[in-house]
């Protein structure tokens, strides 16, 4: 049994690792793309403020010098997508061959709801970065500023939207749209799924108020409910976004061992709790049938 359970704890990492790594890749190209993109505007918008007099006294001369960063949305949205579709083919390619199910193409339903996802998230993802662009520009007028120290400013600022948040965005929208994939198959082809976290001290463990995957790591459930947090799968945005954002746990299918069930009336269950099914006579099934 202690055997067993070393293997099954192999076999978990090692799927998580392949998803990871193939997440990895993912990432790093579209961090890159983000990075270009933010880190450009970002310079034409410090050039034109450069070239000001004065900061902006209100919200219309902000305006004038964001609206170059409203405008690279779609582009950030098809660079977002385009990425994280890649992903999901590779995710659903992935399951299908641990499934030992034949190859084929992640279907144009699923990549549908992937799009309208990306679409939105980044559309508010965008929101939020000219908000912030624009509550700099309102501070450094209300502090009252120079030009020179406004600028050093707005440039810390998009420093960080090309550090940390093109990360944040590629970590989340490539692990979400992988995870959305690996589930699909998942809840066509298996009646149990289980979720697999990183075991590792960057795993969220509730102590800041938000969810505990230390606790979902191994957990199963029958394929149409949800996990004990309320979500459907690792990256389900549908949750509160302090329980998926930077997630990197993953779902696999969980094949019950020969003479082992599910405890009744439980919702969610790990493996210690399987119980043994009830043994079939035949001698006397067969009389019964008889």
Known sequence: MK?????????????????????????SGLRDALAMMFDDVGKVIITKL???????????????????LKNIKSKVQEAVFEHAAEAAN?????????????????????????????????????????????????????????????ARNLRETFDGLRDWETRRIARTEIN????????QVIEDHASYRQWIAAEDDRVRDGSDGGDDHTYLHGQ???????????????????GPIENWVNCRCREVAFNMSAGMMAPAGQPYFYEGDLVEAPKVDRETTAVEVA
């Open 50 to 68: 450069n070239k000001m007099r004065t900061l902006p006294s209100n919200d219309s001369g902000r305006q004038s010098l964001v609206v170059l």
């Open 220 to 238: 199963i459930v029958r394929v149409g409910d949800s996990y004990s947090n309320g979500l459907m799968y690792p990256g389900d945005t549908s």
């Open 176 to 183: 979400g749209a992988q995870s959305a994939a690996a589930h």
């Open 90 to 150: 590779d995710a659903n390619r992935v399951a299908r061959i641990h499934m030992g199910l034949k190859p084929g193409d992640i279907s144009q339903v699923v990549l549908g709801r992937l799009k309208d996802k990306v679409f939105e998230a980044t559309d508010q993802t965008m929101s939020r970065i000219v908000g912030d662009v624009m509550g700099g520009l309102t501070d450094s007028y209300n502090q009252g500023l120079g030009i020179d120290e406004a």
């Open 3 to 27: 055997a067993h359970k070393m293997a099954r704890e192999t076999d978990l990492f090692l799927a998580w690792w392949e998803a990871t790594k193939a997440a990895s890749d993912a990432e």
